[in-house]
């Protein structure tokens, strides 16, 4: 499968919201809830955000939320911090146990 | 909940390496465990590379290691492993370790540090 697609790159300045967008196909952000949501800092592993389209595990501030629309998820960060300029990924299971990740975006905090 | 990988290194092509991520923290047998790569540089694309069920029985992989790699858990000791024969340059990555919410396969949600696996001549 092609990776979902994301913008590269996103930027607002603090106390902003911004959301970050990630296509996929019917196949697989379409067709199913398990759709996740990760921050990644430089030399750094991912960490979980959102899973589930919209839930947050405990200690994710409720200042980020999930969505989704037909093939399209999306992740709003409200109330933006110089902490949250990070790379953000999307996942989505695609069936037959398999996982597929957005190419990643990049929000710089002005 | 604590995930250590070990095993990266420098390979040549053709080559094989054993990656091997220990866990604590949780009810390692409960749960199902993946591996997912990330290529170095510019273009730090995640590519989920293979998953085990909570108690070994089924094994999935991504299409392009499929018949070179091999995911393994042994729960008595909380360690799954991934077996990597026949490498490519292409194969260059950080590889993680990540349990998945359940045992059967949903959304990763911890992950280790990494491993660096570089397969070069």
């Known amino acids: 499968q092609s990776a979902l697609t994301q913008p590269r790159s996103v930027s607002a300045s603090p106390g902003q919201s911004v959301t970050i967008s990630c296509s996929g196909t019917s196949s697989d952000v379409g067709a199913y809830n398990y759709v996740a949501w990760y921050r990644q800092y430089p030399d750094k592993a991912p960490k979980l955000l959102i899973f589930d389209v919209n839930l947050r595990p405990s200690g994710v501030p409720d200042r980020f939320s999930g969505s989704k629309s037909g093939n399209t998820a999306s992740l709003t960060i409200s109330g933006l911090q110089a902490e949250d300029e990070a790379d953000y990924y999307c996942?989505?299971?695609?069936?037959?146990?398999?996982?597929?990740f957005g190419g990643g975006t990049r929000l710089t905090v002005l | 909940v604590e995930l250590v990988e070990s095993g990266g290194g420098v390979v040549r092509p053709g080559g094989s390496l054993r990656l091997s991520c220990a866990t604590s923290g949780f009810r390692f047998n409960y749960y199902g465990m993946h591996w997912v790569r990330q290529t170095p540089g510019n273009d730090k694309g995640l590519e989920w590379v293979a998953f085990a069920h909570y108690d070994g029985t089924h094994n999935y992989y991504e299409d392009s290691v499929n018949g070179r790699f091999t995911i393994s858990r042994d729960n008595s000791k909380s360690t799954v492993y991934l077996q990597m024969d026949s490498l490519r340059p292409e194969d260059t990555a950080v590889y993680y370790c990540?349990?998945?919410?359940?045992?059967?396969?949903?959304?990763?949600?911890?992950w280790g540090q990494g491993t660096l696996v570089a397969v070069s001549s």
């Open positions: 990540a349990k998945d919410r359940y045992g059967s396969g949903t959304t990763f949600d911890y």
């Open positions: 996942t989505s299971f695609a069936g037959r146990y398999s996982w597929i």
